[in-house]
């Protein structure tokens, strides 16, 4: 269509522009009302629109922020309370395992201590008996008479009394050499006391530390009751720690799978086939090699399950300790024979390299293959068959952070979604309000457009109002 | 239970739906046409190379079969030498082997052929490869592409080559050609337009062996 057609009169231009402009001008003028109003019920409507789903996004996500932080708690709480648990299964093994040979221990020390206490009074140092002879002398030395007699007396006293002596002395010697054995055998009864009390000490110490632990988990566990928002900022935060570093975790262990996969995608093209295709780009073998690396994983988190390193499957943990033990062998039997398989693989992989390897040389020349120094050629080939064996074992531990991570998503996504729900909530406002006063621009702007016939409009009411107010004012002039 | 069931057994069709994807539509299938008519009796050993070169790129469950081309070659007697590997890469090496020694003794004792039935070969190729069923054919000429037709033999008719490409390989110039190279253009534009109105779905000339011989095989 060619705008040439619009024109009234083609050849002259100008004028048939002005007669379309003077006539869109006048639709336009006289379309005003309904426009104004169309502008302004379109302009409604979306902000209303736009304030009802602000309004609901903002109340989900508070009903969803309380609920995250109720979970959040709970999850807390159940995590605290198995802390505490724990402490107090650590405390009451410490308790029977050293204080149940208290009683004997005690008795020990009672017998040390009693045999300390005999030997301690064994070894009393005993006084000598107070010399009776010395009162003796006293009474003869008073005689005033008797010449030589009292002198011989006391000679034959001091005689006496010098032998007596002599005898007391070594005798008081030989009951300070038995004195000073009794002390010596004390010696590793003191030890061995010693030593009960440095253990009684040590254990006592470990109790202590314990307890002390117990009082932290309490203090957690009380600021989660009484939903404290430290408490659940800092359980927040820590569900984004575990899910970051579950998620690294994950990673090395999704490089150690596609590692697993490289060894044993081109042997399994062996058992299944090289040239069969699930999809248009997906080989049998490829699936079959993945097949095989996921049932490893699932074999890991069995066995990982079962011997509650892990509680992903609650019926596994509720499973009495017999079912479950036989379930722990089962899973490592599979995982076992996955490994010797992954192992037997990664030879064939070797093998099957060889020959291509050959084959390619044989087609490229026709000279006689070089020989290889049998010890290089094993080292790989040995490497592959140990890391077949070792890796699907290893890529069992990746329960472990699978799990941090699945219970850390609720978290993180809880959280996440809170955010987005709040910032699109946030937009439908400003929209909102922008469409409220977008009403606004646009009347003013549909007025630009017919602004010459609004001029025109302007200047007969000014005339319409004038006239009258001219009359009235000529009326009280006429009368005068 | 009955839902779970359902959604059970959705799952299963889904599985065997995608299992019962035809494994052939992913190979390949390569029939080699060797002029041995001429000078090109002597370049049979480049022949043996370019062999070669499609065992040692062709993947298990592909197909080789290469074919000399006589003074009729609309005939199974013309094939040296045809495999389709196995899918097992080991049992694919032992056949492509194999090949190779079939190849070799071709290449030991090649006698010329009096004339050149190119057209003859084509449709012997074009047979087998369509019973391959392969997802990708291929027919490899390796000739002057100077059709040379034994008396009686009747090859002006419209030939069917509906999605197989067609490489022309070592292409040389005649003595003719030299003094004339609008011979070898015109030649060269006959053949394609030919084998496109045929159907081929691909027309290629490759004369450089030592740089292009990936352009022999579709590598989609």
Redesign the interface.
Known sequence: MNWHSLLFWPHNLPLSLLVLFLLATTFLYAARAQMHGVIQAVCHLVASSMRVASHWLFGSANALRERNRTVLLAQGQSEAAEHIEREFERIASTVRRDLQEYPALQRKLMEDITRIEDDYQRCGEVPPPPPEWVRALESVAQIQSGGDIPRKLLEDVHKSVQKIHDKTVTEYRHSCEGRHKILKAMMPTWRSVSKAMEEVDKKMISLDTNSKKIDDHMEKYQAMRARDVKAEHALTISGFVQFVIAGLVMLIALGGAFINFKLIA?PM??MV????????SLKTSDVAALVIILMEASMGLFLLESLRVTSLFPRIASMDDGMRRKLMLAALIFLIILACIESSLALMRD??VA??QA??H???SSAAPAQESGLLSHIPMAGQMIMGFVLPFALAFVAIPLESAVHAARTVLGALLVQVMRALAFVCRFVGVAFRRLSRVLQMAYDVLIVIPLLIERIVSGVGVALPARAGAQKPGSAS | MKKRLAAALAVAAMLSTAGCGDSRAHTQAVYMLVDTSGTYAKQVNKAAKIVSYLLATLNPGDSLAVAKVASRSFTEKDIVAKATFDDRPSRATLQKRAFKAKIDAFARHTEGSAHTDITGGLLQGAEYLNETHAGIKTIVIFSDMEEDLDRGAVRDFPIKLTGIRVVALNVTKLGTDNADPRRYLNRLAHWEARVRKAGASDWVVINDLDDHLDRILDSR
């Open positions: 081109l093209s062996e086939g090289a040239s069969d295709y699930l999809t248009n093998m099957l020959d291509k084959l390619l044989d087609l490229s």
